[in-house]
């Protein structure tokens, strides 16, 4: 079984745009930062999977923020589309 919904389809300016990735991009970071943490007070040693994500995501951020910043200098807005598939695994 799998759903999928539409997170975010719009056209937005380059400081609409900016706080909806900001946020999103924090968000996803501190989710994995707190999930190392816990592993690290818990079972004394770095979630692997978090400790991989972590300057990936920071890099797409990144890359992405640039993108908002030339969206700005050339007066345009951004179109932003971002869908969720959630389904069952059998792990």
Known sequence: MMKTHTL???TFSDKEA???LN???ESKI???EMKNF???????????????????LKE???QILE???EA???NKKLQIKANIEVRFTED
């Open 72 to 74: 700005q200098q050339k």
């Open 18 to 20: 900016s706080d909806i």
């Open 38 to 56: 816990s592993s690290k007070e818990r079972f004394g040693k770095k979630d692997a999977t978090a400790v991989k994500r972590i300057p990936e």
């Open 60 to 62: 797409a951020k990144k």
């Open 8 to 10: 975010i389809d719009g």
């Open 67 to 69: 993108m908002v910043q």
């Open 30 to 32: 501190h989710f994995h």
């Open 23 to 25: 946020n999103f991009f």
